[in-house]
């Protein structure tokens, strides 16, 4: 079995007549991973959450992500060689130039 993720969830109370007036909105927020409590008169009636991943979803996203890992040997070399880097692309030639001037 699997080891269970526990993350932060951010929960709101919501009255009945505002969740009726706001329902697209607040469905946008469950959509997004908030879970929403349903009150009337104060008391928590209902809540409402994304659903739970599947055991499929889980292994779908592990095929999506497989291979995508880098390993590097030496973490603090850069990637790709200096000369190749953006902001140095411009600085070819120029590197006598200032102290010429």
């Not at 109370?13 to 997004?32: G, I």
């Not at 790709?80 to 200032?98: C, D, F, P, T, V």
Request: overall charge positive.
């Amino acid at each position: 079995m699997p080891p269970k993720i526990v993350t932060a969830v951010i929960t709101r109370d919501v009255s009945v007549t505002t969740l009726r007036q706001n329902l697209p909105e607040y469905l946008a927020q469950v959509k997004r991973g908030q879970h929403v409590r349903i009150t009337n008169r104060g008391r928590v009636i209902a809540e409402i959450t994304p659903p739970v991943p599947t055991a499929n979803d889980a292994a779908s996203a592990r095929k999506r992500l497989a291979g995508s890992l880098k390993r590097y040997d030496d973490p603090f070399e850069p990637v790709i060689a200096a000369s190749e880097w953006e902001m140095n692309a411009g600085l070819k030639g120029r590197r006598g130039a200032k102290a010429d001037a």
